[in-house]
Structure formats: C-alpha cells, structure tokens
C-alpha cells in the first residue's frame, strides 16, 4: 500500500479541526475543503490547504460526491478522512474513493454498507451470536403494517430509518394514536438526511443506558477493545453527553461486553476504528443496537483515558500498518466526561439558534481540552449540525472528573448564540448525575427548562450590571443626572449604542 | 441616579450614591458597595459586589440590556422610575389578542400542520421547521382559529418570520 503524506479532510467543524491536527503532529499535509459559507471557518484557517466545494446546502458542497472526489484527485490526495456524518458511513463514497486510487480512511465500502444498513447489521449481530432487541424483521412499509408489528412487540416502540445513525431518523412512539405523526416525521426525515425512506420498527426499552464499545481492527485481523463509553444523557437521541468508563460496567460485564463487540466486529471482517453500540437494561444485561463505522463525536474520552490518537491510529490501519499498541491496549487510567456545547436553547426546547460568536473563551487548566470548530467573530452557518465545541475533561476518578467538569464550565464563556453551557453545569451538579443513576431518560426524568432559570444571587448579579451599566451610558453622554427632563432624553443613549452595533 | 429595573416579572429600584470616592448602590433598602470595570474585551465587565468577584456581558436589547452571565443570557430592562408610575396609571386593556406563530430560527419550512380555518388547542403542533438537519415541530401558544397561513411550504424562512396568524376561539 501506498504511503499517506496528503490527507484530505471531507468534513468541516471541530472533526476537521481535530483531524488537522493529528496530521500536523504527523507531519502530513491537511487538505480542507469548505463550502461558501464556511470560507473562515476555523479548519480552513488551520489546514495546510484549503479548497472550495460549493454552495452552502451540504447536500451542494460537503456531499457532493463527485465535486469531494474530483478535488482530491486534482489536489492529489493520498487519503480522505471523512470525519463524522456527511460521507462518514457512506459505501458509494468510499467505492469512489477506491475507483480514484484514494484511501478511504475507514471500513471497507462492503463493511460500511452491510452495517451501515441497520437492519442488515442485526442479521450480522444476530449471526454473532449477540443477543438484540426485538424488532421488525425487515422494513415496514405502511403504518398499517406498522401497527401490527407494533402491537405485536408490545408499546412502546421505536421507529427507526434503516439508513440512519447518530441519533438522526428515530423517534419513540408510545401509543397507535401516535404512530401516523410520527411515521411521516421519521420517514421524511430518513428520506431527507438519508436519501432513502425505509423504516423498521424496535421494541422500545425503557430507561436503559446507551453504552458503546470503541474498537481498532488492523488489516492483520487484530480487534482490540478500548474499552467502552456511557452517552445515556440524551434528548431527542442526540447524546449530550458522553463519559468513560461507565459507571454501571462491571469488570465481569465488561470482559463479556468487549468480547460480544469483538465477535461482531470479526463477523464483518471490520478494518479501521467502529464503535458497537449496545443498550444497557437495568439488570445489566446488554442488547447489540448497532455498528458505526467511523470516528465517533466522543472519540476523545478514551483518547483521555488510553492515551492513544485514535485519528493516527486510523491513518496507520489505512496505509496497512499494524495497531500502534500490537496485541495489548494500553489499560485505561482514571475516567474522563465529555460534554457536547451546542448552539441550542434548553429553556426553548433545545431550539437551535444560529447567529456570530461575540465572544468566547475555553477553559483551561489541568485536565481539561476542548475541541472546538469556533472562534470568535465567526458567523455559525444555518446548513450544519449545531455542534460548536466539545469540553473534554480527564480526572483520576469519575467524582473527580465531574468536579473538573463543573470547573471548566464555570470558566468558558461563549456568547453571540444561545448554548448549552448553563443546561451542563445544571446536569454535572445534578446529584442523579453524580451518582451515576443514568438512562436514556435521565432528562425526562429530571429536567424541566425551569431549572435552568438564573438562580438569585444571578438575578441579582443582572440587575446590578443593567443599573451600573445604564449608569455609566447615562454619565458618558454627559446628561443631567437628576430626573428633570431626563424622561426625554432617556431613550437614546440606548438607541446611540446600538447605532453603533449596527455599524 | 436611580433606576427601575425589571428582570423578568421582578423588578427593584436602583439608586447611586458616591461615598469618598467609592459608588454605592442602593438596592431595595440594601447597601451595597459596587464596582463596575469595563474589559478591554468589548461590552463586558469585571463587576465586584462587596468584593465578590463576577464577569458579566451587557449587550443592548429592545428596552433594555441583555446580561450574560454564567453562560445565559438575562434579559434586563432599565427604565426611569418616572415611567414606572406611568404604567401603572394605564389600565392594561382585557381580551384575549390573537396569536402569531414565528419562525425561531432560520430555515427550511418543511410543512403546515394546519390549515385556515382549523381549531388548534394551546400546544398543538401548526409547522415543521427544519434547521440543523433536525425537523422541529412548531406549536401554538395560546391556539385558537387559523386565520392565515404566511408561507410557503418548502420555502427558506428566517428567524421571527410569522408563519401562522391565530384568532381567539370565538372572535
């Protein structure tokens, strides 16, 4: 195999950003491609070379396959990494990325599509031997049909697009009352993000855990287990935050939990890094959900814990090397917490906001690292996903982590959209939280928006602010500081300052 | 110099006093010693509250000053105390007013739920908005009567754009 030394990243936001900065530390060239609106994005700052893709709309720049590949062979890549999302988990991107003499830095594209298809990767769980929740035997075509599955698997029940994956094209339906709504969402959404309309159905466990095995395979055949990660703290699917090890795996369960990964991953004959996503019932037993084959969002908090790059790791398996650690994986030290900074609104129903980053400043310290797509100035386009960074903190042990946790986010400021920061340190102090008791359901459970209103001694802070501040205005444009005649003149010392934001 | 400040449905007289030099604040019978620090960094502030220390932004918003403070913004309004005497003089007129259901953010009008003429309980879902690649459900406030429906299906909308106009039930 041909040595790597250009790797072009088909990808944009803070998983360029982190794979640019492996290659750096490799001493390979990075090679950006962005659409119109993200010409300063922060990846294209950092790479080594950057070119344009197209117009806004992904499905115009970031995932338009022929403009991505006649790029790179223009620009005479070695390899594609394609992040997450986009072309992550696409087989037709990677068949064409082989047809152009370009590694695809992932699965094989035969990989990619018998798991990438969900219902064609609980055949494979299924011939593993790995126990699986209960679900359709194949797609459902009607909500008649629907129906009758889901009557039969009992309610509630999960409504799943067979191409979909990172939370997207999933939705619990609780009753037959509900299942019509939810069927045109789902498949809408599915034919939308994924091109392909097809749903199967899931019974639907309550409140378990979402717990994922991060695997390596080497083009040898070696799968090693790094060990898992716990992303039970979710809303909508979405994981918001994600931590290892979990705190409901027991060494028994994990020796059994890493060997049921394993066994999926030599099934397929997987190669590059995978991620076995399991659901963890509260007895502790654990169900096969599903193979993502690529670099996961939480990637870094096994980095944390392991000590090991998993983007070099990936770019050595892809130019046919062996696994950097050979047949033992570095044992995990101390626990490590990620939490996912969104631009969203917890107190609007995680509405996504989109607007310029007025200001920001990532915490520091002992640690603590942030993977962040942002900086300041920058305009958060509408087209992409919404997240804007992620808070990445290591401790000797997971009550430790926590606190760093609630630490760091003390510390980052991130102003100009509405973000999550207050709804994390409103999570990591929750005692719940704290004592590990997660599910699924943990916001459900626990959260309601009005938790999140400023507590007094914040009131207090802002009154005092908004008066010291009107204050200061009203002695900088030099009016008469007693009541007479100053009811007039009132207004426009505000309306003169934002005059001058406008400009 | 002082102030009516209202933060959401609480609000405080401020007054300022300089004693030797030093401002102090009074807040609703309290005394409190402040001081106020413009950072170099734009519109934020290093405030020290009887020497606790806090970092606040202070944006200009309609009638008033979005603070953030700890990762969320509060919206503030400052006002005369004269204009507080002056609402409370004018009666707030009763009824119920229609209700206009916006867009919240930038997007891509996926559907209505709805059409003109149709009933909507408070809390039911009128459009499919889809931004960020997640389809987010639209619903009334208060509901009542659709009156009018303000966009096009399939077309680009942006942030505060009305999509849907409700009358009251009745009107």
């Known amino acids: 195999m041909k040595p790597i030394r250009r790797v072009l990243i088909a990808n944009r936001g803070e998983i360029a950003v982190r794979v640019i900065r492996t290659l750096r530390e490799l001493d390979l060239t990075s090679i950006a491609i962005f659409s119109e609106p993200d010409r300063a994005a922060l990846h294209v700052l950092l790479a080594d070379e950057a070119y344009p893709v197209g117009p806004g709309p992904s499905r115009d720049s970031y995932l338009n396959l022929d403009r991505v590949i006649e790029t790179a062979v223009r620009v005479k890549a070695d390899a594609i990494h394609p992040g997450y999302g986009f072309f992550a988990e696409n087989a037709e991107f990677a068949r064409a990325c082989a047809a152009a003499g370009i590694a695809f830095i992932g699965p094989a594209p035969e990989t990619i599509e018998a798991l990438g298809d969900k219902l064609a990767a609980r055949a494979a769980a299924r011939a593993a031997g790995v126990a699986m929740v209960p679900g359709s035997d194949g797609p459902v075509s009607s909500v008649r049909e629907a129906a009758a599955v889901a009557e039969k698997l009992g309610w509630p029940v999960l409504l799943k697009a067979a191409a979909g994956g990172g939370g997207k094209g999933m939705r619990v339906v609780r009753a037959a009352s509900e299942l019509e709504a939810a069927w045109s969402l789902t498949r809408g959404e599915a034919a939308s993000a994924f091109g392909d309309d097809r749903v199967y159905l899931e019974r639907y466990l309550e409140r378990p855990r979402h717990v994922e095995a991060q695997i390596l395979a080497d083009s040898a055949g070696r799968v090693a287990f790094l060990g898992e990660r716990e992303c039970s703290v979710q809303r909508r699917h979405q994981k918001l935050l994600e931590e290892t090890p979990s705190p409901a795996i027991t060494p028994a369960t994990r020796a059994r939990f890493a060997e049921a990964a394993i066994r999926i991953a030599k099934q397929v004959g997987y190669l590059n890094a995978g991620t076995v996503e399991f659901i963890l019932d509260e007895r502790g037993e654990f169900f096969f959900l599903e193979v993502n084959t690529r670099l996961q969002v939480e990637h870094p908090v096994t980095e944390l814990v392991t000590g090991l790059d998993l983007v070099a790791e990936q770019i050595a398996i892809a130019e046919g090397g062996p696994l950097s650690f050979g047949d033992s994986p570095p044992a995990p030290r101390g626990a490590a917490i990620e939490a996912r900074i969104l631009a969203e609104d917890p107190s609007r129903n995680f509405l996504p906001s989109v607007g310029r980053i007025e200001r920001v400043r990532f915490p520091q310290g002992p640690g603590v690292r942030n993977d962040a797509g942002v900086y300041r100035g920058f305009e958060i386009p509408i087209y992409y996903d919404s997240l804007l960074a992620k808070l990445v903190v290591w401790g000797e042990d997971r009550e430790r982590a926590r606190r760093r946790l609630l630490r760091s986010l003390d510390e980052f400021v991130l102003e100009g959209v509405k973000q999550n920061i207050g709804f994390h340190r409103w999570l990591a102090a929750h005692p719940e939280f704290a004592a590990g008791r997660l599910s699924t359901s943990f916001l459900d459970e626990h959260f309601q928006p009005g938790l999140l209103a400023p507590s007094h001694e914040a009131a207090e802070v802002a009154v005092l602010a908004a008066a010291l501040h009107a204050r200061d205005e009203r002695l900088r444009v030099n009016l008469p500081a007693e009541d007479g005649g100053a009811r007039s003149a009132w207004k426009w010392p505000m309306r003169r300052k934002s005059d001058r934001r406008r400009r | ?171």
């Open chain 2, 1 to 171: 110099m002082r102030f009516w400040v209202t933060l959401e449905d609480h609000s405080a007289e401020v007054e300022f006093h300089t004693e030797g030099g030093r401002l102090v604040l009074d807040l609703e019978g309290r005394r409190v010693e402040a001081d106020f620090l413009r950072l170099p960094d734009g519109e934020v502030y290093s405030l020290l509250v009887d020497g606790r220390s806090y970092e606040v932004g202070v944006a200009p918003s309609g009638d008033g000053v979005d603070v953030s403070y700890h990762g969320a913004a509060l919206p503030v309004e400052v006002r005369h105390p004269l204009e507080k005497l002056l609402q409370s003089q004018k009666h707030v007129g009763g009824g119920a007013a229609g209700e206009t259901v916006n867009a919240p953010m930038p997007g891509l009008l996926v559907a209505y739920r709805v059409k003109v003429g149709d009933h909507v309980a408070a809390g039911q879902s009128v459009a499919v908005v889809e931004a960020m690649k997640m389809q987010n459900e639209l619903t009334a406030r208060r509901g009542g009567v659709v009156s009018e429906l303000l966009a096009s299906e399939k077309a680009s909308v942006s942030a505060g754009q009305p999509l849907v106009r409700l009358k009251p039930e009745g009107a």
